[in-house]
Each structure stands twice: as structure tokens, then as C-alpha cells.
């Protein structure tokens, strides 16, 4: 996101002038107390104000959401005719949903996005002459993050869109988001990956899924390398299993004791056997891990992101991170020991403390660290080891092309309804 600040006409003098209206769940005097206190600053917007956000971020997300299952039913007979352009199709309205989010958090709740990295990143992290972010990713890659809050995987999706890879994210999500009304259908046709958390049921389910994205297709949205090539491939893997909440918390040290091994200060326990599974299934596919830490700004030691920068906080209320940051890192698959249980285990909680000390740094500062040769800052006059700027998309009208698929299949549905009617009328006339 652009350079915005907290400050000035970013927030209210104080929480009365805000106009705060009723809390759902606690009592004014309590709510007016968290306002004061939280870390984004008190509410911006009032309660009339607030009812109007809902009721807009409704329509605009459910309206979207809907526009955007629309086209993926109107796509769906292709599976039938011609499955390469079934997937391209599919991909086109993933691409759909990765504006969606990069729209709606341009307009619900801007924030700094901070980007830094590492020596293994060099020259990846672009800062364009506008101010956007461009990431130089490759098309295929395993893409592994801790889980702070439930905004995790919009920033990486926005993320994908930053590099043109919006519409080849894979995600492994737990099952029952599979049932989940408009968006468990949508997921589903997107072939995102849905784990019932039990492997012995889940191995073969999640065999079945990487081969398909080890499968070679010719249809229009193919690699830069041509046809009968591999699909670009970003799959996203989180492998603490959820979010970092009080109750995963509880788990994680229950987990530590059990095993042993020592839990984070701010991270949960990861698992590796999935994280192994997939990359020895698409080591011949992939060459890279990328590694991102992602952190918000605000959180206090001990405390809990989900609880902070809940839904209504930061898109009705006002009070969205004063910024997300986020660090890079990136492995080689082929070094990476994939074919030793024990020894993969190891790399993947060595990645862990690594991040545990990443976040523990930037408790303390502020800031991740960042080396200078990861960032390309291409704005004249600018410089330096950040990237930062803020989720938006590259036109503004980009977000339009949602609705395209069906409304021209309505207005084409419509036009040969009216040429029905007028060959009847005119049969019926010669009669």
C-alpha cells in the first residue's frame, strides 16, 4: 500500500468525537475502554457510520462472490468438452476472486504494507515507479508462512497478484470450509486442497491433487514456456495447521510437552509430514520454497491478532494494523531433505525459530531485517531496504471485469430470447 500514516486524517481526535455506537457484545463503558486502548487508535467511524460499512461491505463481498460463482457455473460444461480449457477458464476466475480481495482491502482497510528480505531474495522485491509492489516470482513454487490472523492468505494472495499468479493459487485448506454456502463451491472448483486433518485419510486425497498440478496442459493459460507445458503453481501451505489464538496456544504446549521440543514464543508448532509429502510429490516440478514471516503491527506481547483486528474492527470500525510486514526468504527444493523423515522435521522447526527470532526482533523494533540487495526500489529518488506500499490494484478499474462473464452471458441470453420471439411472431404471422 502507498506510504499512508495512523495519523492526522487517518483517525478521529478521540473515541466520543468517533460517534461509537453500541457494542454487539459488551457493555459501552467496557467497549470504550478498548478503544482507548487499542493499538490501531480509537474508532473512526461512528455507529451509523458502522452500519453503513456493513451493509456496503456486504453487498459489495456476498455481490461479488456471487458474480464470481456465476461465471464458474457458466464454465463448468467446459470440464466435459475440453478439460484444458476447463482449467484455464477456472484460473481466469481465480483471478476473479484475487481482485476481489486486493479491491477490497484497497477500499475497506488500507494500511502500510512493509516488504523486506533476505540475501536469497535479491532483486525479487520491486517497488514499481507508481508505488506497487512487483514481486519477480517464479511460476511454480511451494509457498510455506506462519499464521498470525485470518487476513494471512489475502496478503498472499495479494501477493500472487503482484507477480500475475493470482489465478494459480492452491491452497490447503481444513474440510469443513468445504461446505461453507457460495464461497465451499467456489473453493472447490478452484481446486483448492481440503484436509480432513486425519493422514491416513488425507495421504491419498492429497496425492491425487499434486499430480493434477504436475499434469501438462495446452490450453490458453499454460507457462511462459508453452504448450503441453506445466501450469503455473503457487501452492500455499501453512504448516502450524490454524492460527495463533489462545485455544492453539494451549495446543501447541501441549504438543511441546508431549514431543519434547521446545514452543515458540510467538508461533505455534509446525508439521511437517504434510509440507515433506508435497514437495517430494512435486520435487521434479519445483525448484523453490518461499518462506514468508508475517507480522502486524500493534500486537502486543502475550496477545493474540484474531482478538485485536477482528473483522468488525478492521473493516467497519476503522482500525485495520497501522501495518502489515511481511519477510522473505527462499530454499531449494533439492536441498532440502525430503527423503528423511527425522531430518525434514528438523529443517522445518529450524525455519520456525528462525521466525520465532524474527518476530521477537521485530516486537522490539519494529522492523524485520532486511538486506539491501533483496529490495529494487524503482521510483526516482527513493532508495532503501523496505518496500513499502499498499494493497491496490494496478487500475481502477480492473475490479470491473468480475462482472463481465455474467452479465454478457445475460445480455447474449437475452438478445436470443428476443430472436426466439421474433422468428414465433413471424411463424405465426405466416399462419
Same mark, same amino acid.
Given at each position: ?175 469443513? #470450509?468445504?461446505? $461453507?454456502?457460495?464461497? !465451499? ?5 478452484? %481446486? ?5 486433518? =486425519?493422514? @491416513? ?109 477482528? #473483522?468488525?474492527? $478492521?473493516?467497519?470500525? !476503522? ?5 502489515? %510486514? ?5 530454499? =531449494?527444493? @533439492? ?97
Amino acid at each position: 500500500m502507498v506510504q499512508l500514516t495512523t495519523e492526522g486524517s487517518r483517525q478521529r481526535k478521540n473515541a466520543s468525537q468517533a460517534g461509537v455506537g453500541v457494542d454487539f457484545k459488551v457493555s459501552h463503558e467496557k467497549d470504550q475502554k478498548g478503544q482507548d486502548e487499542h493499538p490501531a487508535g480509537p474508532v473512526r467511524h461512528g455507529g451509523l457510520m458502522q452500519t453503513l460499512r456493513i451493509i456496503l461491505f456486504t453487498v459489495f463481498f456476498l455481490g461479488s462472490c456471487l458474480f464470481i460463482h456465476g461465471a464458474q457455473l457458466l464454465g463448468a460444461p467446459l470440464y466435459f468438452l475440453n478439460r484444458d480449457y476447463y482449467y484455464a477458464y477456472m484460473a481466469l476466475t481465480k483471478q476473479y476472486f484475487g481482485l476481489l480481495a486486493t479491491q477490497g482491502t484497497y477500499w475497506w482497510s488500507p494500511t502500510v504494507v512493509r516488504i523486506s528480505g533476505d540475501a536469497s531474495m535479491a532483486g525479487e522485491l520491486v517497488q514499481l515507479p507508481d508505488g506497487r509492489l512487483h514481486c519477480a516470482f517464479p511460476e511454480r513454487l511451494v509457498l510455506i508462512a506462519n499464521h498470525q490472523i485470518y487476513t494471512d492468505w489475502l496478503y498472499l494472495w495479494w501477493t500472487a497478484y503482484t507477480t500475475g499468479m493470482h489465478g494459480h493459487l492452491y491452497i490447503i485448506l481444513k474440510e469443513s #470450509l468445504k461446505w $461453507v454456502p457460495v464461497l !465451499g463451491p467456489a473453493m472447490q472448483f478452484y %481446486n483448492f486442497v481440503f484436509m480432513a486433518r =486425519k493422514w @491416513s485419510k488425507d495421504q491419498e486425497r492429497l496425492r491425487y491433487r499434486l499430480q493434477k498440478l504436475n499434469t501438462r496442459h495446452s490450453g490458453p493459460m499454460t507457462g511462459d514456456t508453452g504448450p503441453g507445458q506445466l501450469d503455473p503453481m503457487w501452492l500455499l501451505i501453512f504448516p502450524e495447521g490454524t492460527n495463533l489464538s489462545r485455544n492453539t496456544r494451549k495446543s501447541s504446549e501441549r504438543w511441546s510437552e508431549k514431543s519434547g521440543i521446545p514452543d515458540g514464543k510467538h508461533l505455534l508448532l509446525p508439521r511437517s509430514t504434510g509440507l515433506q509429502f508435497c514437495l517430494k510429490e512435486l520435487e521434479e516440478t519445483v525448484e523453490w520454497v518461499y518462506d514468508c514471516t508475517i507480522a502486524y503491527e500493534g500486537i502486543p506481547h502475550g496477545q493474540y491478532g484474531q482478538d485485536i483486528f477482528t #473483522l468488525r474492527s $478492521v473493516y467497519f470500525q !476503522g482500525r485495520p494494523p497501522r501495518s502489515v %510486514n511481511m519477510h522473505w526468504r527462499k530454499y =531449494k527444493v @533439492s536441498e532440502i531433505p525430503i527423503d528423511d523423515k527425522d531430518k525434514m522435521e528438523e529443517w522445518t522447526l529450524q525455519r520456525w525459530r528462525e521466525k520465532d527470532e524474527l518476530l521477537e526482533l521485530f516486537l522490539r523494533t519494529g522492523r524485520f531485517p532486511a538486506d539491501e540487495v533483496a529490495v529494487k526500489i524503482e521510483q526516482p529518488g527513493k532508495g532503501g531496504n523496505y518496500v513499502e506500499t499498499e494493497v491496490r490494484p494496478a487500475s481502477p478499474i480492473e475490479f470491473v471485469q468480475i462482472f463481465t462473464p455474467v452479465l454478457g452471458a445475460a445480455m447474449i441470453g437475452k438478445i436470443l430470447i428476443k430472436m426466439v420471439n421474433l422468428v414465433l411472431t413471424g411463424r405465426i404471422s405466416d399462419d
